[in-house]
C-alpha cells in the first residue's frame, strides 16, 4: 500500500473535515448533540483559519483520505492530539501508528526540540 502523509493546506481543508464528519459519525455512537458539537467545533471555517498553527495531518492512499490526525499548537513545549480517525476499511494497517508518529516528527522539526 502506497501512502502519502502531510500536512494539509487550504484547499484541503473541504475534504479534511468531509472525512472527519463521516468518519466520527461512522466510528463513535453519539448522539446527536455531542455529535453536533464537535462538528461545529471544528468546523469547515475553523480548519481553513487554523490549518497553519493546528497539526491537521492526512494519510492518503491513491489520493484518497484514509486517515486524518487533529492537534493543537505546541505552547510550552506541550501539544494534544484531539483527533485520529481512520477509515475502517483501512483500520488496523499501521495508519493510525504512522499518523501518531508524523505528529510527533513535525512537533518537534518545529519547535526544534
Known amino acids: 500500500m502506497d501512502m502519502n502523509i502531510r500536512r494539509i493546506n487550504k484547499a484541503d481543508a473541504k475534504n479534511y473535515f468531509n472525512f472527519f464528519a463521516l468518519e466520527l459519525r461512522k466510528s463513535f455512537n453519539l448522539s446527536d448533540d455531542i455529535y453536533n458539537f464537535y462538528i461545529n467545533k471544528w468546523n469547515l471555517d475553523f480548519i481553513k483559519t487554523n490549518h497553519d498553527n493546528f497539526k491537521f495531518i492526512v494519510s492518503e492512499v491513491e489520493s484518497n483520505i484514509v486517515g486524518i490526525l487533529m492537534g493543537s499548537p505546541e505552547e510550552g513545549g506541550v501539544a494534544t492530539i484531539f483527533w ?30
Do not use: A, M, P
Open 84 to 113: 485520529i480517525l481512520v477509515k475502517e476499511s483501512h483500520s488496523q494497517r499501521g495508519i493510525g501508528k504512522s499518523l501518531f508518529k508524523t505528529s510527533c516528527e513535525l512537533y518537534k522539526k518545529d519547535k526544534n526540540w
